[in-house]
């Protein structure tokens, strides 16, 4: 099984909890963040930056966070800068990018998909889609169970319980699309049902991970994430069997929170349409089989969705 609680800890990268300042992703930050890093590397750092964001400070810091979470920025040599990743140049670039003002939904699933790429830089993120199996919970029970799981990981079992909890209070409120209308401006990544209320529950702010179909998830988004995931976790593999892509840890089927059956639909249908790539019965186990660089699938993937869109 990918991702055990070894390989789990040398996935992790360095500050892996809490950075976001409590705030969510908002509409319109991170194509600010990309923008203003392009016209000005070190403008995180600079003593005017709330007014080159327009935001406050923790703000400032929140929208740094979220630009690096999602692979959109990464460190340059000098210390304090930022750049644009490859993938955030060919995501947002104004001329060129697939997507510059993140107006396709499924464009929100490809950021989202970012955070179950290692290293893991929103561990309680890949711990709870990815370990915590509870039936619905609170923000308080969901804080446990991960302080839970995060115990039995040496390099996981320090992180403050406070910091926990404020992960824990940011992914429901990053996800649910009830709490974060009056709590806060509107995060978009409400839009893409992964935690609904637990209507079924008396009690209030009781919340479930939602496995209805995911109608905004473009199959090839999910083709493009199975191989990605490929290639980070049985890179020797030239074959990935439909469980491990619905179920092991940090798989798309965790991440999206897909059934195996909308999982076995979905390789199905992008198989018949991709050379060199089958999903099939081998002795007994369903899996996809392929030829040529798992990465370079992925990238097809993605050039096929955004170039057909």
Known sequence: MAADSLTFAKALAEGSSGRHETFTPRYGWLKKGYDRCLENPHVFNDEDAIEQLGVGKNMVR???YWCTLFRLLEKDGEPGCLRPTEFGRKLLDNKT???PYLEDPTSLWLLHW????????AV?????FSYITLPNFTIKELSAAINEKAAQTDKLKNIAKGSVK????????????????????RCPFTDLG???????QKEKERYCFATDAKQTLSDWIFMSAVFDFAAQWFSEQQSLSLQDIAFAPNSPGLA???????CGHRLDRVC???DDVSFTYVNGIRQIQFAGSPEELAQTCLSRYYEGA
Request: net charge positive; glycine share 2%.
């Open 114 to 121: 970012q955070i179950f790429k290692p290293p893991f830089r």
């Open 166 to 185: 404020r992960d824990a209070s940011c992914i429901i409120r990053m996800y649910a699309s009830e709490t974060s209308q009056h709590l806060e401006i």
């Open 62 to 64: 929140s929208i740094r």
């Open 256 to 262: 999206f929170r897909l059934s195996e059956s909308d």
């Open 194 to 200: 992964l935690i609904k209320p637990a209507l079924e």
């Open 272 to 274: 018949r349409a991709l």
């Open 124 to 128: 309680c993120w890949n711990v709870a």
């Open 97 to 99: 990018g697939w997507d």
